[in-house]
């Protein structure tokens, strides 16, 4: 392997989980891991789904975890990022993956179809998570994600940390000593995951609507159909291919408020 060429991702197969502490339920927890081949250095993530937002969060998290970008991912055929692997002809990722691998400049390479080898890093990765975390915190009751994510992450500074078995060194000092500079910088911000909301009508006072909520769009668009970029902190419109206005986010529970741009 290279060093910073490849990011090698993936669902662990053990889960976890956490007691809520106001109802009682216990919570099922889903683990993402990621491991850069060369250095075997690894992230790994608890989550409450396994869904495209939770997948891209996580794929962003990764990156600010490394410190920076590899030339590649490498990643299942997950039906969270890839909408169609053919045999021949190109593969089709859905919107927001793509637009992730385009923000950080990376290119987003699927395995073959039930061709875990191509990806074994990360396999192989997924089977010492079970050990050195699962198992290790299995006894431990958690009242919250996130303190269930604080347990993770010093068990994982422990995993990078301790040193190979049949190579000297550890993970970490093969990452911090040779790997780390080899990555592609940060952009200067870090992707937001957004979704698009097509074709919403201009209203005659020069707003969209969305979430219950008003967004002012430049007068001469009256009468057009918009298309919102929505994220969690901004709502685009565009008009045309062309983005016309950005105003920030309602929160969820404000409700029949507008944005209006004087100019």
Known sequence: HKPGAVTEVDWSGPTMSFI??????????YL????????????????????????IRCNVHMFEYFGGVTTRIVCDNLKTGVISHPREGEVVLNEAYEALGAH?????????VRKPK?????EGTCGKVATAIVARLRNR???????????????????????????????REVFEEVESAYLAPLPKAPFEVCE????RKVAPNFHVAFERNYYSVPHVHVGAKA?????????????????????????????WLYRTDPS
Do not use: C
């Open 20 to 29: 809520d502490g106001n109802t009682g339920e216990e919570i099922k927890v």
């Open 32 to 55: 993402f891991v990621a491991t850069l081949p060369y250095s075997m250095y690894s992230y790994v993530e608890p989550t409450l789904n396994m869904k495209m937002d939770t997948w």
């Open 104 to 112: 950080y400049m990376t290119a987003i390479m699927p395995t073959g």
């Open 118 to 122: 191509q990806k074994a890093s990360v």
């Open 141 to 171: 009751t958690f009242a919250t994600l996130a303190e269930l994510n604080a347990a993770i992450r010093e068990m994982l500074d422990a995993f990078n940390a301790a040193p190979f078995q049949k190579r000297e060194g550890s993970r």
């Open 196 to 199: 698009w909301v097509r074709g």
């Open 227 to 255: 298309d919102l970029k929505v994220s969690d902190s901004t709502v685009e419109v565009w008009v045309g291919g062309e983005r016309v206005a950005t105003h920030p986010r309602f929160r969820p529970y404000e409700r």
